[in-house]
Structure formats: structure tokens, C-alpha cells
């Protein structure tokens, strides 16, 4: 199977990953309704740690802990570590469809943040090409009165932080 056409190894790893992060989602939900959220939070990372550090390892040898841009990267974490934090804390408030479906709203601040971040001049085109689902989602409903735009700037800061870097 040499010719095989990418997609058929390319969906399924979609797939997969989707079900990863959806288990993810909601088994925080169920977490923090009894424990502390940065004791979730914490587990999360450590077990993501622990899961992912043999394989990097093992592909990146001695290199592993090397970057060339330590203060983007310590910037990009602490981005995706205040995304975390404010999704899980938001997900004691809303249900997990609506919290999931807010979080499609990610890419419009990605495209927002490009020009000031990165002195990029995204078009009304590039933005319907990134974000249909964004778009469709935010002018369908609004955005939900009781979200939080903190979580969007976190993610989207590390989006572009790692575009950065690239």
C-alpha cells in the first residue's frame, strides 16, 4: 500500500486525536467538580509529560531540551497553560458542548492577533479560509454572555507565539 492515497493514514490519526481530546474535556469536567482546579490542571500536564517525553526523546536525542527561542517557548507554555486553566474553570459553569463549541472561536482571535503580533495583514479571505467553522458558529449564535474572552487571547497568543517560532 505505497500509493496509498494520505488520507487514509491521515484520518484516522484525526480521529483518534479528536476522541483523545474529547475524553480529555470530559474528564475534567468530571474532575473539577470535586478536586482543585490547578490540581487538574497539574495532572493533566504531568501525565501528558510523562506520555510524550520517551517519544520526544527518543527522536530528538540529546537535543531534546535544546530551543533556539527559550523566551517564545516559555511564553508559548504559559499561553497554553492560561487557556487550560480558564477552559477547566469555565467547564464548572457551562456544559461541555457549549464550553467545546466556544472554543471554535479561537481562530477569529488568531487572525485578530496576527497583524499587532506578527505584522501580518490577514485578508477578509484568509480569515473565511482558517475559520469556517469559527465563522459559522459566532455568526450564528453570538458568543455565550457568560464566556470568557481570556481563555480566546490565551490560546490564540499561543497560536501565534508558535507561528513565531516556526
Request: aromatic content about 10%; charged content about 15%; glycine content about 6%.
Amino acid at each position: 500500500m505505497p500509493n496509498a492515497h494520505p488520507l487514509r493514514r491521515a484520518l484516522p490519526l484525526f480521529l483518534l486525536a479528536g476522541l483523545c481530546l474529547s475524553s480529555l474535556d470530559a474528564t475534567a469536567k468530571y474532575l473539577v467538580r470535586d478536586h482543585a482546579l490547578f490540581l487538574v490542571v497539574w495532572a493533566r500536564y504531568a501525565g501528558q509529560m510523562l506520555v510524550v517525553t520517551p517519544f520526544a526523546w527518543q527522536r530528538a536525542c540529546s537535543g531534546f531540551w535544546r530551543t533556539r527561542h527559550p523566551v517564545l517557548q516559555l511564553l508559548r507554555s504559559a499561553f497554553l497553560l492560561g487557556a487550560t486553566i480558564c477552559f477547566f474553570g469555565g467547564l464548572r459553569y457551562l456544559p461541555l458542548a457549549e464550553g467545546s463549541a466556544i472554543t471554535f472561536l479561537a481562530p477569529i482571535f488568531v487572525i485578530l492577533l496576527s497583524g499587532p503580533l506578527l505584522g501580518e495583514r490577514p485578508s477578509l479571505r484568509a480569515g473565511s479560509r482558517r475559520s469556517p467553522d469559527s465563522s459559522a458558529f459566532s455568526s450564528w449564535c453570538g458568543l455565550d454572555r457568560r464566556s470568557s474572552i481570556l481563555p480566546h487571547c490565551c490560546s490564540s497568543s499561543r497560536h501565534s507565539a508558535t507561528r513565531s517560532i516556526s
